[in-house]
């Protein structure tokens, strides 16, 4: 079973910057696209941004330019880099992984909530 754990969630002000961490339990390069989506209350669970094995990243439109993923094969670790944060940012934060053959697995989540 794959654990994945997410770290470096908390309180901002708008304007700020977080750096959320996800931690897997085996080597990421055994899945073909990492990701964090968020939700919010009252709403749909949404992309944020992912990474391929190759490195090929997707932004949200609404994330683009503020947001970036990365991926550490060595630490088996996959960041996400939030800056310029907006109050409409606030949500639980949670770390995705696909494997080549589609299972997919879930982070517990970690709240980002930003201030106004």
């Known amino acids: 079973q794959v654990q994945l754990v997410e770290s470096g969630g908390g309180l901002v002000q708008a304007g700020g910057s977080l750096r959320l961490s996800c931690a897997a339990s085996?080597?990421?390069?055994?899945?073909?696209?990492m990701g964090w989506y968020r939700q919010a209350p009252g709403k749909r669970r949404e992309l944020v941004a992912s990474?391929?094995?190759?490195?090929?990243?997707n932004y949200a439109d609404s994330t683009k330019g503020r947001f970036t993923i990365s991926r550490d094969n060595a630490k088996n670790t996959v960041d996400l880099q939030m800056n310029s944060l907006k109050p409409e940012d606030t949500a639980v934060y949670y770390c995705?992984?696909?494997?080549?053959?589609?299972?997919?697995?879930w982070g517990q989540g970690t709240q980002v909530t930003v201030s106004s």
């Open positions: 085996r080597s990421i390069l055994t899945f073909n696209t």
């Open positions: 995705n992984a696909v494997t080549y053959l589609r299972s997919d697995y």
């Open positions: 990474i391929t094995r190759g490195e090929t990243t």
